[in-house]
Nanobody
Framework: QVRIAEFGGGSVQAGGSLNLSCEAS????????MAWFRRAPGKEREPIAA????????FKDDSYKARFTISGPNGEYRVFLQMTSLTPEDSAMYYC????????????????????WGQGTQVTVSP
């Protein structure tokens, strides 16, 4: 069974930065897409970005690109999310996810297909 662990949440003031990391363990050979999602209070969970283990990045929309960077080592089941210029609207539970049988970078943007989730890590941005 594949397991996900997220690290790096916390509290920061507006304008600050946080780095999140995620690692998948277990029989991960087909779980080549790893993504970050978030759920703010009172809102639905939304995708942020995904990365294919061999390279290739997808963002849900361009609004994240200016402030968030997704990265990770090629061939490894780890992914990082660097967040800068944070605002209180970025306060949310951040989740890392992966999915079975993800064999191409294009599959990483099929956001509804993620089937393995971490517990989440809380990010709180104060004014």
């Amino acid at each position: 069974q594949v397991r996900i662990a997220e690290f790096g949440g916390g509290s920061v003031q507006a304008g600050g930065s946080l780095n999140l990391s995620c690692e998948a363990s277990g029989p991960t050979y087909s779980y080549n897409c790893m993504a970050w999602f978030r759920r703010a209070p009172g809102k639905e969970r939304e995708p942020i970005a995904a990365r294919f283990s061999g390279g290739g990045i997808s963002f849900k929309d361009d609004s994240y690109k200016a402030r968030f960077t997704i990265s990770g080592p090629n061939g490894e089941y780890r992914v990082f999310l660097q967040m800068t210029s944070l605002t209180p609207e970025d306060s949310a539970m951040y989740y890392c996810a992966t999915k079975r049988d993800s064999w191409s970078p294009s599959s990483c943007s099929l956001w509804d297909h993620y089937d393995t989730w971490g517990q989440g890590t809380q990010v709180t941005v104060s004014p």
